[in-house]
């Protein structure tokens, strides 16, 4: 049978079992891989592709109607038997903050029209009439007189004077000015994120695998203290501690009264990184290992005095 690549495979072709049920479509081709559902199946695990459907060897993606589990919500357990390498991501998620223009107000000005009364003094000239007869000594009347002296008539004289006379002007007493400038304010947004931690729970028994007495919390030994105790001297491994090559990244680390603590997630020279869910990740030192059993690794520290060993901490930049 000739081997499936991935010129032969599409994103979104139909993945059966090798009983014929249905395990989901194809999310995404990788360099030998494909992942349906977030689960990663190697091009070796192929059977055959037949049009828009991929079948896998009987081996690979086996029922999973009586071996699927329910748990918490969110959680299901499923049991995948799969050959070759298995692959299970860590997702996490993160913050990611983008700027949008938005309307945060506005400034209203108004103008408003009012009235009121003003009085303005001004002067005004005007031309007052004074009749005033006088009595004179009898004369000759002359040609200026008789002209016109046996008329009767009616003689005008004009009266002149100022009167006022209002108009208005408009005139600019003062402005308002509004002007708008960007400013800059540094704001915090808090979002809840989710992460995925996989631990690994191996409860399988090997051959050679032999019981062996855990320690006892009324006889444990009393903590270390000096340079020892506050991870100074790191690098000596005490009398019957295990060898550093019996110690692997994804043990199970249990303190010396038995209680879970997390997992190895980084082996350096003189210590290891303690993975805690929920806490901080410490570098424990190499000389704190009591045992290695299997796939769990034993502190000589009870769980209640781990913190207040002065371990140091990663950066959390």
């Known amino acids: 049978m000739a081997a499936v690549t991935g010129s032969q495979l599409r994103e979104g072709m139909e993945v059966h079992s090798g009983e014929g049920q249905s395990l989901g479509t194809i999310e995404r081709i990788n360099r030998d891989s494909i992942t349906v559902r977030g689960q990663q199946y190697e091009f070796t695990s192929i059977e055959r592709v037949e049009g828009n459907r991929v079948h896998l060897t009987r081996r690979v993606g086996a029922s999973v109607d009586t071996d699927q589990r329910s748990g918490p919500a969110g ?9 070759g390498e298995l692959r299970v991501p860590e997702v996490e998620e993160r913050l990611d903050v983008e700027k949008r223009p938005v309307e945060l ?11 009121a009364e003003q009085t303005v003094s001004v002067e005004l000239a005007h031309e ?3 009749v005033e007869q006088r009595a004179t000594e009898a004369r000759p009347a002359t040609e200026a007189d008789l002209r016109g002296a046996f008329q009767e008539g009616t003689i005008r004289v004009p009266v002149r004077g100022e009167e006022a006379v209002v108009s208005k002007q408009a005139v600019v007493t003062g402005e ?8 800059t304010e540094r704001e915090e947004v808090s979002e809840t994120v989710r992460r995925t931690h996989v631990e690994v729970d191996d409860d399988q028994r090997r051959e050679g695998d032999r019981p062996q007495t855990q320690p006892q919390t009324g006889a444990r030994a009393a903590p270390t203290t000096g340079a020892a105790a506050a991870g100074g001297a790191v690098g000596a491994v005490g009398a019957g501690a295990p060898a550093r090559g019996q110690i692997t990244e994804g043990l199970e680390v249990v303190s010396a009264d038995g209680e879970r603590l997390g997992r190895v997630k980084e082996l350096r020279e003189e210590d290891f990184l303690l993975d805690r869910s929920g806490q901080r990740d410490l570098y424990v030192p ?3 290992v009591a045992q290695v059993t299997g796939t769990q690794l034993t502190l000589s520290t009870r769980a209640d005095e781990v913190d207040g060993m002065n371990w140091p901490k990663p950066s959390l930049l």
């Open 75 to 83: 959680r299901s357990d499923r049991v995948v038997e799969a050959q």
């Open 128 to 130: 007052e009439v004074r």
């Open 286 to 288: 190499l000389g704190a």
């Open 176 to 183: 308002v000015v509004v002007n708008k400038e960007r400013t």
């Open 105 to 115: 107000g506005e400034v209203r000005i108004d103008k408003r029209v009012t009235e």
